[in-house]
């Protein structure tokens, strides 16, 4: 389906979730920096919170997330205590400005936290930030999630949640330890049903260990039956050298380079025939889902959640290691737990890492984010054009794009290669940078 050009996917690139990326962030940002941006948000803009919960039941091997284990009731209490200081800390600096449209919880665990002390952060949250039509969304792991939970997530008015599947099969989730019974799955999804959750994400994987195209269809075909409004396929990222849990993996069993490219162009076209749209590379959504309708009609954007249908400039990411985002710097917590809870028990914001934008970083984050999301861009305005161009002249040869001006359109079967493309517009890449993952 897709042409495949190895030496085009060669290069390690980012997600592109931030431009510039977390890995040019630097510590010279403090608690004055969030003040100050703070401060400059204004009345009517619209503002999305979400909330950091580092805790998992159980740590599965292939996961980059910033979480421990939950086995210790004492510090979930003291975790969640002091995630509430930071709530009123943000609220009382906002001073009723902003308003705030969306809240994701995400981790981690959400669910590794008790109900009750999830129906007492929402609760929270709309008395301290009167958000209370904002939609509320939830990241989910089946594996413990019952009617107590889907109770709370009934009462709270959750509209969204993702759930980590990864795979059904047995073998695969054992090699990269989430072992993660198909019952807890079809249960976790029946139990959202009848809670109203009328949007259900699944998170799938490909280029696992030991993982051929049988398996990855297998895993397609349970998914397709349950129905989920969306789902996003990711190739897994092996960085055992920036992941030390990553080790425990048997990187000799990992699916070469062809291998994980045929996976991907599988999953795509099993999910676009079982009726699903595809939302850029890795993303797809049932037609009448809003990301879906926001691909469609132009307005599909992307963030730290990867793509989506928000529309705020603005994000607060509340807890340990969460990043905030505003148009002119990208400010994060610090992503030690302890470090963080020193900062908010001072009553000082944690933010320990981040990066000020440049009105040039943003109209280059402007046209990665137009490739990723719209397969277009323009490089009007940006000082390097030409050696953009330079850049992007073997995917020109290869039939993956086409320039109109300085307008640049990707060909329709250049999907797979936008990462790759939207890398030539990054001031901050270097051939050699070996930090990142496959481009596919």
């Not at 996917?9 to 890995?23: D, E, F, M, N, Q």
């Not at 079809?186 to 049988?214: C, E, H, K, W």
């Not at 970083?361 to 161009?389: M, N």
């Not at 990707?410 to 051939?431: G, K, N, Q, T, V």
């Amino acid at each position: 389906m897709w042409p495949y050009h190895p030496d085009l996917l060669a290069r390690p690139v980012p997600r592109y979730t931030s431009y510039p990326t977390a890995a040019e962030f630097g510590g010279h940002v403090s608690d004055a920096d969030m003040r100050a941006a703070l401060d400059a948000v204004e009345a009517d803009t619209v503002v999305s919170l979400y909330l950091h919960i580092p805790y998992c039941h159980a740590i599965c091997w292939y996961c980059g997330c910033n979480t421990g284990a939950a086995n210790r009731s004492a510090r979930l209490d003291a975790y969640l205590a002091r995630l509430h200081d930071e709530i009123d800390m943000v609220a009382a600096q906002l001073d009723g400005r902003g308003r705030i449209g969306r809240i994701a919880f995400g981790g981690g665990s959400p669910n590794a936290i008790p109900p009750g002390a999830f129906a007492a952060l929402v609760a929270h949250l709309r008395r301290a930030f009167a958000s209370e039509d904002a939609a509320i969304s939830v990241e989910i792991d089946p594996r413990g999630f019952d009617a107590e939970w889907a109770a709370v997530i009934a009462q709270t008015g959750v509209a969204r949640v993702s759930l980590g599947v990864q795979t059904f099969d047995p073998k695969l989730q054992a090699a990269i330890g989430r072992v993660q019974p198909r019952e807890d799955i079809v249960r976790a999804v029946a139990l959202l049903r009848t809670a109203g959750v009328g949007s259900i994400n699944f998170d799938l994987m490909y280029g696992l260990p030991g993982q051929d195209d049988a398996a990855l269809l297998a895993t397609l075909e349970e998914t397709i039956a349950l129905a989920p409004e969306r789902l996003a396929v990711f190739g897994y990222a092996h960085v055992p050298h920036l992941i030390p849990r990553q080790r425990r993996i048997d990187a000799t069993t990992l699916p070469g380079a062809a291998a994980r490219f045929a996976q991907a162009a599988l999953a795509h076209e099993r999910l676009t025939a079982a009726g699903y749209r595809a939302v850029g590379f890795d993303h797809f959504a049932l037609p009448d889902d809003p990301l879906a309708v926001a691909a469609a009609n132009g307005t599909l954007r992307r963030n730290f959640q990867g793509f989506t249908d928000d529309s705020a400039d603005i994000l607060l990411g509340l807890g340990a290691s969460a990043i905030s985002e505003f148009p002119d710097r990208l400010l994060q917590n610090a992503k030690n737990a302890g470090d963080w809870h020193q900062a908010i028990g001072a009553n000082r914001f944690a933010a320990a890492r981040g990066i000020h934008r440049t009105p040039l970083d943003r109209r280059r984050g402007k046209a990665i984010a137009a490739v990723l999301c719209h397969g277009v861009a323009d490089t009007d305005g940006l000082p390097e054009r030409s050696d953009i161009r330079a850049r992007l002249d073997r995917f020109e040869q290869a039939g993956l794009l086409t320039w109109q001006g300085h307008r640049l359109r990707l060909a329709p079967d250049a999907l797979p290669y936008a990462r790759s493309i939207a890398a030539a517009f990054d001031a901050w890449r270097s051939e050699d940078d070996r930090r990142f993952s496959h481009a596919v």
